[in-house]
């Protein structure tokens, strides 16, 4: 009995031990004495509690064995984790604090081969790529870099000042920072601050002051809570806090904001904008804030200060789901083998290593928990937790405003759609546009976006100098004129105008001052090229002119896009043309309008005589006669003095539709002549730059301008260029012929117009340049920034009132004489081929209806002709003899042999009576009135058995009667 009892309590132990979870041991390494190291602590054992509520069959249960170490101190956090590992044979490490201790205490994990997963740890200098043993459970700063270079191009800051500590966390991110603002290109980083970790006060207020005293007014903040409370609290005593000053808070600051205290907050704070990683507050996540306040009193009660802002530092998130991915790993791994807790390894003592380190024996555990990290994914606190590569995936950040104690959330970003107001909107690609966050209340609570760029206080004025002294005859364009008395410099003209409007479309104030050459002023001429030296010489800060850009001068300075039309031209006389042309009658036609109306004139003339020759006795007669009046009848139209009257309906349609075109032929011809023989036409006295080089002829062009080269590149001789300096120089050399052309830029060609119109003219561009820009050092943020404000101005109608006011207009001088009068005023086919087409279809149609009218009515004839007649030749003879006689059944003619029966009936029965007394009681003519039948007995041919008739005797003074047949008829 007493063996077995001990049996069964042998066995009743190893059952219980059996079904007791395994115990696995993780190092916990904070800073406690910080607040986020503390707040961290509380959100482990919220996360120990709830996991383990949630899970009561754990097979595996953690025990956290914390150990506190100086976040600036990387040793002490190597100590502890080599405490942890060779002592206490952990499996994991949550921690450390810092991205600079991570390194160490890593390459320790790495040694002993068990997991260092840091949830506050976002350096990319810290890479889980170069590290396998490290697991970041926290955003990468390197996420940060583009959702910051998006706000600068919402708000058009052009340049960001990076502050930030002067460690690997610190200088980590600014390569990023400075990718992202490159590829987005529109800002840079003109210079740096970096402050170290233990820099005293009086250190963080002289680098504060020097940048107070350059000009950009946009810092990007990135440092620890603590060394970024400093830092914005000297800020705020230096005045950089207040209106026109931006601050870019990174989430080192925005998103641990908990652990800062609330005063520096609102005095120090109010306006910035911050980019955090984005935790959705759903009601799990409040429930979690609210039992991590209770937690933290309880473990911390002497620092109710560091709760006393709103809000929760994202460390604490992140500890959070920590902790579960780890005890979620621990679980599957001890599931699987639950004897791999409790063996170890000796490590590997082939190198040198310090006594201390070559105790560390290399955990089983370890590799199988880092697996099982990996390939973990669930809700969390902080939200999905999924790691891609070693780090935790997260791509929505949510830009804050510090308003108060809390930052308010102002809108999101994410890589796909850039800033938006909400998450289900979307900007559209990679929005960048400031529509896409909500309202924003700027340091010194003001609502104006500031510029970014200032002149400091007690800073220079940049210097620009202008071209002078300047010809009247451009003053126009650019009028330099200094006071004789004061020395004071007046300026004006276009090219003032165009720069100043420019500046005022910049994101920033810019000031300045004009300035000229001294040696330009003694000479009473500029040397544009002498100009563009003194900038790159750096003696000025760039040239306000009118300076073309060219590729050798674009080699040693920067140029603005062009504000003008770009090119070169030829400037010439005009001559009028209306006197010197005998046959300009000619000329409102063209040729083929010509020959299509007088071949339309003879086809309508010739329709209508085929409609009309057998029923209208006016268009019958001699083939001679008859031509003469298709000829006329048509032609006659031309002045509708047609005499001929028209019989056929067919005719009237054609013809009125034939003089509907004739009127609007002649009025648009009446037209075109009058203009020719009125208007001035003027042709220009040269058209080719070759006939100029060809005939040796002289040729002008500005004084000191790049054109002169190009002149004599294309083949001008050295005699024949002659140099002016001024518009009325170029006017007087034209009118008395000293040069035959003006080779000039086209900006100076139009302020010529502007004055000299009448007489002159500007042909089309014969080079290509790049037109006027503005000058400043090569490399100048300037150059880009005034351009976009160039293309700003050139869209908007400011531009046009700006041309308008100084050249005037001039739409009717620039193209005058650049064509000849028949290309500019002749009537040409095309213009009338609807009306050529709608009479032609007439006559056509017409000609159609009678000819199948005509070829039904004599059917019976045309058959016969096509039975007799045996050739084609004989049948179209027959049948244009059908067609050449009369038609006596139209009414024209029914009217006129009325009234000849009218006529002949009184006359033959005057005859009948006479030859009735004579022969008796009939009368062998009384048939041909229509009266009888002749009698066959008397008047048959014995030949044709058709009736013959004989001349009578002279009866009553008439000579004879013709028999009238009906063949005759």
Known sequence: MKYLALVSIFIGATIASALSPATVKVGVIMDLSTPAGRGSLAALSLAYTDFYASHPDSPARLLLLPRNSSRSDAVDAASAALDLISNHQVAAILGPQTSSSAAFVTDLGARARIPVISFTASSPSLSPTLSPFFIRAVPSDAAMGPAIAALASAFSWRRLVPIYEDSDFGASLIPILVDALSASGDSQIPYRCHIPPTASDDRIFMELYRLKTLQTRV????????????????????????????????????????????????????????????????????????????????????????????????????????????????????????????????????????????????????????????????????????????????????????????????????????????????????SAERSGLGPVIWPGESAAVPKGWEIPTGGKKMRFLVPGPVDPGFRPFLSVVSDPVTGELNVGGYVIEMFEASVRRLPYALQFEYFTLPEAEKMKTVDYDALVKTVYDQKYDGVVGDVTITANRSEHVGFTFPYTTSGVSMLVPVRDVRSHRAWIFLKPLTTDLWLVSGAFFILTGAVVWFLEHRINPEFRGPPAHQIGTVFYFSFSTLVFAHKETIMSNLSKLVMTIWVFVVLILTSSYTASLTSMLTVRQVQPSITDIQELIVNRKNVGFLRHSFVKGLLLNIGFKESQLFGYKSPEEYKNALSN????????????????????????????????????????????????DMSRAILKLTESDEMVEIERRWFGEQSSCMNQGSSSISASNSLDFNSFYGLFLITGGASLLALLIYSLSFCYRYRHSLATINAEEKTLRRRLSSIATLYDEKDLSSHTFNKSAEASIDVRGRSSSGISHQLDARAGSESPFSFALGTETPPSSEFASPQSGTPQWMPPPAVGGHDGMELITPARI
């Open 219 to 430: 810092f990007v903040l990135h440092a620890p809570s603590a060394l970024a409370a400093r830092i914005l609290s000297a800020a705020a005593e230096s005045g950089m806090t207040e209106t026109d000053y931006a601050w870019i808070l990174t989430s080192a600051v925005a998103g641990q904001l908990g652990s800062i205290n609330p005063a520096i907050i609102l005095n120090s704070m109010q306006g910035g904008i911050g980019v955090r990683p984005f935790i959705q507050r759903t009601d799990r996540v409040r429930d979690f804030e609210k039992r991590w306040i209770i937690e933290f009193l309880n473990q911390n009660p002497n620092h109710t200060a560091d709760i006393a802002g709103g809000d929760l530092s994202s460390s604490n998130y992140y500890a959070y789901d920590a902790f579960w991915a780890v005890a979620t790993a621990a679980n599957a791994v001890i599931a699987a083998d639950p004897a791999v807790v409790r063996s170890h390894t000796a490590s590997d003592r082939s190198r040198t290593v310090p006594a201390e380190i070559s105790k560390i024996q290399v955990s089983n555990i370890g590799p199988k928990l880092l697996k099982s990290i990996q390939e973990i994914q669930f809700d969390g606190i902080g939200g999905r937790f999924r790691l891609v590569d070693g780090e935790l995936n997260v791509t929505v950040f949510q830009i804050v405003n510090v308003n108060g104690e809390i930052a308010r959330g102002i809108g999101f970003w994410t890589p796909g759609s850039g800033l938006s107001k909400d998450l289900k909107s979307s900007g559209g690609g990679n």
């Open 737 to 784: 012929g000293s040069v035959a052309a003006i080779i000039d830029e086209i900006p100076y060609l139009k302020l010529f117009l502007n004055s000299f119109c009448d007489n002159f003219t500007m042909g089309n561009p014969l080079y290509k340049t790049s037109g006027f820009g503005f000058v400043f050092p090569k490399g100048s943020s300037l150059v880009s």
